[in-house]
């Protein structure tokens, strides 16, 4: 069994021009981990996954994949690796098997360990359709299963995910991230970004980037203490004339973050004698009540708060 860390990234920058799309960015990761990217649209963590995967070879810096540099272009990364990309990979015109073979081939599989390898993977999976079943007539979150299963039809050590639940039904993305707990169960490590922020709390530490570079890391409940140290309250004005209050309370000392959730808002504080001083004013009609941060209110504070 191999040791040491699954990924040991160190100052990776990629660079398409004068464009840099991951600016000195560095982390580890362990073996068996589910390690997560978190970011808004073009925060670089697409870019960062296809440069884990052997696809782009780093413009600086250094990045070890299962102990593996890129000397090779990257190409020794690619054997011990399975990447699922977020728009669906397989074809629609192909059947179960075709798309099968065809990545099989890819890979330059011996066909008989391929068809071990599918076996194996229709029942992690669950899949119990004829071979001959064309994939553009299975439902969704059945087809983001079926590529899974490609992507580990090579037995990798690391699989990569990029937004593999986008666009299906909450009850597939339920039974897809059970998935990715057996899978890790089975000793693989997984890379999965997303913009569930459910889903996000499931993975057991969380990269958040912004514009390329990394601004946080550690595991959920890390990033909510780091992000919000002090008490959080949920307000809720009932249709009362809360304007001038919430003037007011924007400019309040020791508010670390404002922001609407719904028909509700979130205030933090720094502490609790700053909740107090601010919450005096409240409307009658209104309601405080305490409340723990999630990583919806992390993202809103380290994301879009440092855009605003």
Request: proline content about 5%; overall charge neutral; aromatic content about 8%.
């Amino acid at each position: 069994m191999k040791t040491g860390p699954a990924l040991e990234v160190k100052g990776l920058s990629i660079k398409f021009g004068d464009f840099t799309a991951v600016d000195d960015v560095s982390f580890s990761v362990a073996r068996g981990e589910i390690f997560g990217f978190l970011g808004a649209n073009g925060a670089g963590k697409t870019t960062a996954i296809r440069t884990l995967c052997g696809l782009l070879v780093p413009s600086s810096g250094s990045a070890l994949v299962g102990g593996l540099d890129f000397s090779d272009g990257g190409k020794s990364i690619k054997k011990i690796v399975g990447y699922m990309s977020q728009k669906f990979t397989l074809y629609n015109d192909l059947t179960v098997g075709e798309n099968l073979d065809f990545a099989a081939g890819l890979r330059k599989m011996e066909p008989r360990y391929a068809a071990k390898r599918r076996r194996e993977l229709f029942e992690l999976i669950g899949f119990d359709r004829p071979l001959s079943t064309m994939v553009a007539s299975l439902p969704g979150g059945v087809k983001q299963e079926l590529a899974l299963a490609s992507a580990m039809l090579h037995d990798p050590e690391i699989v990569f995910l990029d937004e593999p639940t986008s666009g299906v039904s909450p009850g597939s993305r339920a039974r897809f991230w059970a998935l990715i707990h057996k899978i890790t169960g089975l000793g693989k490590t997984v890379i999965v970004t997303t913009h569930y922020m459910d889903e996000a709390e499931q993975c057991g530490r969380i990269a958040l980037m912004r514009a390329g570079r990394l601004i946080a890391l550690g595991s959920p409940e890390e990033l909510k203490r780091g992000a919000f140290p002090g008490p959080m309250t949920e307000l809720d004005f009932k249709g009362a004339e809360a304007g001038e209050f919430i003037s007011a309370l924007k400019k309040a000392p020791g508010l670390l973050e404002f922001s609407p959730h719904g028909m509700r808002w979130h205030a933090a504080f720094r502490d609790q004698a700053a909740l107090s001083a601010a919450l005096a004013g409240l409307p009658v009609s209104a309601s405080a009540g305490l409340i723990k941060p999630s990583l919806e209110d992390v993202f809103i504070r380290l994301i879009e708060g440092a855009e605003r």
